[in-house]
């Protein structure tokens, strides 16, 4: 078999394969010996009439198919293997017969390939850098939640609600004086507060006492996800059953030591270095986006579009274990709001687009600029998890996929590469 790779459109490559008359006379006897036991002709028993007779009773072209299919099940794999540095394919091939006689067979696949990027520059750029202050209020705050957590709750009679309570309701919502599919529940148990209902509603709720009913009036958001209740004026009747308040645990050492310190003191130290951790991490990550984003204002690559439905299909993967997590089924979710799979993924589409952008520029740059992970520093990540689950090193490597090693190797690749771009443009921090 001989074989060219010549550059297509929209990112993509024509892979254009050349068999000789012996590889396709031997693909079809192949092909016979494989699907011969699915033919009968009469006068034989069913899978010994031979090659010849069953291409006389059935037509000469029984078995191309089936022979085609071979051919590119066994050259296709190994010719991507001999190209590997000139191309990665992000997708699958779509397959033509060019030409076919019993002197040849020409076979044809279209490959989208990983694009290359063209980036404006990576250096001397004006950009925003992120820093965040850990505040004694913001620790105060995060204590507070904590007390909010563990609050206990008590079953309250003398009083209406407020927010901040637990309620247990009843409501059905109509529009236009008609109940629509999923605006009723009974004996739901909701949070004044929580925002887990559209605005409006669960303020309305407050001041409600035990046994009553009442009708509150909302307007669903322009942006709702439902198209039939968007920006939709609707009377919700409400019937509370019960309430649950909090009684916060004091600030004390009992309380300090339930959360894992011996006073007070110590749990504030403790809250602060956690807050100040998250707020380093939320300033890299933000700062690392704000440095790609600024870079790709001048970058431009002709993405396929396998590489932008490999990410709209991760996006919806990670929503969809969001809402398993949260107890809801995705095909619930979308017969709720009244769209399909397909359609909602289109709603990921632009940021698929960036992502895939960035993910090219980080990349490039690092190809351009020789970034490389040593075998000391691969060593280091993977003593540091060994570490993180009780085990040495070498334990710990036996255990390891491959592909975690790649991860390790990449992970510092992109450290290295962002230490480089800040060291290589002008971060500025806004006040």
């Known amino acids: 078999m001989k074989y060219t790779v010549t550059p297509a459109a929209n990112s993509t490559v024509k892979i254009k394969m050349t068999f000789t008359a012996t590889e396709w006379a031997n693909a079809i006897d192949k092909a016979y010996l494989q699907t011969k036991g699915k033919y009968a002709v009469n006068g034989f028993r069913k899978g010994k009439v031979p090659k010849h007779v069953l291409e006389m009773y059935y037509g000469k072209g029984l078995f191309y198919e089936d022979a085609l299919n071979l051919l590119y099940g066994e050259h296709y794999g190994k010719t991507l293997d001999k190209e590997k540095d ?24 279209e490959v989208p390939v990983k694009p290359d990027v063209e980036i404006e520059t990576y250096k001397g750029i004006k950009i925003k850098k992120y820093e965040y202050t850990v505040t004694d209020e913001d620790v105060e705050k995060e204590i507070d939640a904590a007390r909010e957590r563990i609050a206990e709750k008590v079953e309250v009679t003398d009083r209406a609600c407020q927010m901040g309570d637990t309620v247990n309701i009843d409501f059905m919502g109509k529009l236009d004086g008609v109940a629509f599919e999923g605006g009723t529940a009974e004996k739901y148990d909701l949070t004044l507060g929580s925002n887990q209902f559209i605005p409006g509603f669960e303020e309305q709720v407050a001041g409600m006492a035990i046994g009553e009913t009442k009708d509150i009036n909302v307007t669903f958001p322009e942006d709702y996800q439902a198209e039939n209740l968007k920006g939709k004026a609707t009377v919700f009747t409400v019937i509370l059953h019960s309430i649950q308040g909090k009684v916060l645990p004091e600030l004390n050492e009992e309380f300090a030591k339930k959360m894992g310190s011996e006073s007070v003191e110590a749990y504030r130290e403790k809250v602060k270095a956690r807050l100040e951790q ?25 993405i396929p579009q396998a590489m932008i439905d490999r990410q709209t299909e991760s996006s919806l993967q990670r929503m969809e274990y969001n809402l398993m997590y949260q107890g809801i089924k995705m095909d619930d979710y979308l017969n709720y709001i009244g769209t399909t799979r397909d359609e909602y993924k289109k709603n990921f589409e632009e940021d698929a687009k960036k992502t895939v952008l960035h993910q090219l520029i980080v990349e490039k740059i690092i190809k351009a600029e020789n970034i490389q992970a040593t075998q000391e520093e691969i060593d280091a990540k993977i003593e540091e998890q060994a570490k993180s689950v009780g085990k ?34 002008e971060m500025v921090v806004e006040e």
């Not at 000139?86 to 696949?109: C, H, M, R, W, Y």
């Open 86 to 109: 000139n191309f990665t394919p992000v997708g699958d091939p779509v397959l033509s017969v060019d030409d076919i006689s019993e002197k040849k067979v020409v076979l044809i696949a």
């Open 278 to 302: 998250n707020a380093a991490s939320r300033a890299l990550n933000e700062t690392e986006n704000s440095i790609i984003t600024e870079i790709a204002k001048g970058a431009k690559a002709e």
């Open 392 to 425: 040495t090193g070498e334990e710990y490597k036996k255990t390891m996929d491959p592909r975690q090693v790649e991860y390790i190797e990449s992970d510092i690749k992109v450290t290295k590469l962002f230490d480089f771009l800040q060291a290589n443009n």
